[in-house]
Nanobody, 127 residues
């Protein structure tokens, strides 16, 4: 089991920045794939950024150049640095992890099929 606790969400005007954090605990060997997902009201959950597996990092096209995913392996914290926020970035953001045994990290990310999820942190961007 992996436990994930997000923090760092908030309400900001467009153009501002936020950094989300996700503290990872439990069986860290089950967290080969790690990522951030988001779900806006009335929309399906979608992948934002991930790292892990044999290929380093993947970003959704909508956030490329604005968001950066990183991990502090000493502190077991996953980050999502978000710059140039837009109103369309408004959503509940979730941290997720998977052991990568069922499929590749990329495939699990694309199908939004990670095994472990945090409770989410709300990001609201006003225009």
């Amino acid at each position: 089991q992996v436990q994930l606790v997000e923090s760092g969400g908030g309400s900001v005007p467009a153009g501002e920045s936020l950094r989300l954090s996700c503290v990872v605990s439990g069986n860290l060997y089950a967290a080969l794939c790690m990522g951030w997902f988001r779900q806006a009201p009335g929309k399906e959950r979608e992948g934002v950024a991930m790292l892990g597996g044999f290929r380093p990092v993947k970003y959704a096209d909508s956030v490329k150049g604005r968001f950066t995913i990183s991990k502090d392996n000493d502190k077991n914290i996953l980050y999502l640095q978000m710059e140039g926020l837009k109103p369309e970035d408004t959503a509940m953001y979730y941290c997720a992890a998977d052991n990568g045994h069922r499929s590749t990290c990329y495939s699990l990310f694309d199908s939004v099929d990670f095994a472990y999820w945090g409770q989410g942190t709300q990001v609201t961007v006003s225009s």
